[in-house]
């Protein structure tokens, strides 16, 4: 392989390694934040429920707190669909990088397969950044909805 060739083969699979390690990062990081505060979020509801079952607590505005439950719920279910569009974005990078490899050592490949592996990295990216916002948006939400509720309580 020419040194210009090696060159480039060595930006690539550092380029593939780095891919792997984001998927790897990003997957532990705002994914367990959104998990743990929404999952706290619906603990603390079970809490004031059970509180209420037991003529501790007093609620009037039930709806807010449905609402609030509703809100940590689908950012959890949002952010666990996102962690399948994140690996299904990393997973056809690595296929595209796997194949411009084989490119640049000299052998031949299907740019079709290619490209549709590049498309299916926007798309799936894509997908993921919405879902990863919404959950977001929404534990914020369940947050500053269970802050009221609280606050109404006093």
């Known amino acids: 392989m020419k040194k210009k060739n090696q060159i480039k083969y060595n930006a690539w699979n550092e380029h593939l390694n780095n891919t792997r390690e984001r998927t790897n990062y990003s997957i532990r990081r705002m994914d367990l934040l959104i ?4 999952g706290g979020g619906i603990y ?3 809490e004031t429920l059970r509180e209420f079952k037991t003529g501790k607590v ?5 709806a807010l707190l449905l609402f609030c439950g509703l809100c940590f719920l689908v950012a959890i279910t949002s ?17 595209f990088i796997n194949l411009e490899l084989k490119k640049i050592q000299g052998e031949s490949i299907d740019t079709c397969e290619q490209k549709g592996y590049d498309k299916n990295v926007i798309k799936y990216n894509r ?10 948006f929404l534990m ?3 947050l500053i909805l269970l802050a009221i509720f609280n606050f109404s309580l006093f």
């Open 35 to 38: 998990i743990s505060i929404s």
């Open 44 to 46: 603390i509801l079970f």
């Open 58 to 62: 007093d609620i009037e505005n039930t």
């Open 79 to 95: 952010n666990f669909v996102s962690q399948k569009t994140g690996f299904y974005s990393n997973d056809n990078e690595e296929k």
């Open 127 to 136: 997908i993921t950044n919405v879902l990863n916002l919404i959950s977001i």
């Open 140 to 142: 914020l939400v369940g």
